[in-house]
């Protein structure tokens, strides 16, 4: 058995809840995050097992997107700014926290 085999690939509910709140936010704002984004955000509101690639995506998602939290409305409930939307469709910092624990335990496993 593989060890990945073993990894719980499907993400934890404060996730998939940041990523459905994305989604709200981007339909009531209509802005924020690309399809990849709107699709990243339906896999996880939907907690489904992702691909050891798609945590590394992930990762690396976040990594190129940190300088969006210094973006202005950021955060902003009443008036999120793009970032704030797509950062949410990604999983917010839970998520961020999430796919960095998840690479670390998979390292460089394929996808099955």
């Given at each position: 058995?593989?060890?990945?085999?073993?990894?719980?690939?499907?993400?934890?509910?404060v996730?998939a809840?940041?990523?459905?709140?994305?989604?709200?936010?981007?339909?009531?704002?209509?802005?924020?995050?690309t399809?990849?984004?709107?699709?990243?955000?339906?896999?996880?509101?939907?907690?489904?097992?992702?691909?050891?690639?798609?945590?590394?995506?992930?990762?690396?998602?976040?990594?190129?997107?940190?300088?969006?939290?210094?973006?202005?409305?950021?955060?902003?409930?009443?008036?999120?700014?793009?970032?704030?939307?797509?950062?949410?469709?990604?999983?917010?910092?839970?998520?961020?926290?999430?796919?960095?624990?998840?690479?670390?335990?998979?390292?460089?496993?394929?996808?099955?």
């Open positions: 058995m593989h060890e990945a085999d073993e990894i719980d690939l499907r993400c934890p509910q996730v809840d940041n990523a459905a709140k994305g989604l709200r936010l981007r339909a009531q704002f209509g802005r924020g995050g399809e990849i984004g709107v699709a990243r955000a339906t896999e996880l509101k939907n907690r489904e097992k992702l691909a050891p690639s798609t945590i590394r995506r992930m990762v690396s998602y976040f990594a190129r997107h940190e300088v969006d939290k210094r973006g202005r409305n950021y955060g902003n409930e009443d008036n999120p700014s793009a970032g704030t939307i797509a950062w949410l469709l990604w999983g917010g910092d839970e998520g961020r926290a999430w796919a960095l624990e998840i690479k670390q335990k998979i390292g460089n496993a394929p996808d099955i």
